[in-house]
């Protein structure tokens, strides 16, 4: 009978054990601090203020807002974000000026020209624009992901690092300083001929946020 019993409570044990092995390992989406709503727009003017303190460094002149520009940067940042890819090419607006083009206003569709460069030679443009994309994970550890997903149905299971989501001044900072260490991207910002820029800011609704900034040497005495 003894044995029998030990047998019984071992058999027991093993079956309340698993469900709750099961639910400690069964980390869910609803485990996560919970993700503050950023305000995009204050990002994205962020974006701007910092980008101007590096210029303000090698005594460059700050950069403006400029609404067309912003839209060129909002309409590639929803692309990236949606196909998931970080990329200066689209299937249909391929380049930077296609995306500024179809941003600029109805009655002035072809204002893609108001950033175009006085031409080198005959039919010989520099051309529009600069343009500097990345991708940014939500949270503090220097732009890695804190969580992974673990089955086919998008649960996230578990996560690494340091939970807790980025605020707009963060965001911001991550982005402006990883643009700051790579050369191409921190020749954009440091160009003198540069005079507005555009900021795009999308989050991809699952762990990324997607950020455009796009650059224009906006022509001479022209009003915006």
């Not at 020209?113 to 500097?132: A, F, H, L, S």
Request: aromatic share 10%; charged share 25%.
């Amino acid at each position: 009978m003894g044995d029998i019993m030990r047998k019984f409570i071992l058999l027991a044990a093993a079956f309340f054990a698993a469900p709750l092995f099961f639910a400690y390992g069964d980390t869910s989406e609803r485990d996560l601090p919970k993700r503050p709503e950023l305000d995009l727009e204050k990002t994205a003017g962020l974006i701007l203020a910092y980008t101007n303190e590096e210029r303000n460094r090698q005594g460059l002149q700050p950069l403006r807002k400029d609404a067309v520009l912003d839209g060129a940067a909002l309409i590639h940042a929803k692309y990236l974000a949606r196909n998931g890819v970080l990329s200066h090419n689209e299937s249909k607006l391929t380049y930077p000026k296609d995306r500024v083009r179809a941003a600029c206003p109805e009655d002035r569709p072809e204002c893609v020209g108001d950033y175009t460069e006085t031409p080198k030679g005959p039919g010989r443009y520099i051309g529009c624009c600069g343009e500097n994309v990345i991708e940014s994970f939500a949270n503090n550890t220097n732009g890695m992901p804190f969580f992974v997903v673990g089955d086919k149905n998008g649960s996230f299971r578990t996560w690494k690092g340091s939970v807790r989501w980025f605020t707009e001044e963060d965001l911001a900072r991550d982005m402006v300083a990883r643009w700051m260490n790579s050369p191409p991207h921190r020749m954009n910002i440091l160009m003198a001929k540069y005079s507005v820029m555009g900021v795009g800011i999308i989050w991809d609704g699952r762990e990324r946020f997607f950020g455009v900034q796009v650059f224009g040497p906006l022509k001479d005495g022209l009003k915006k």
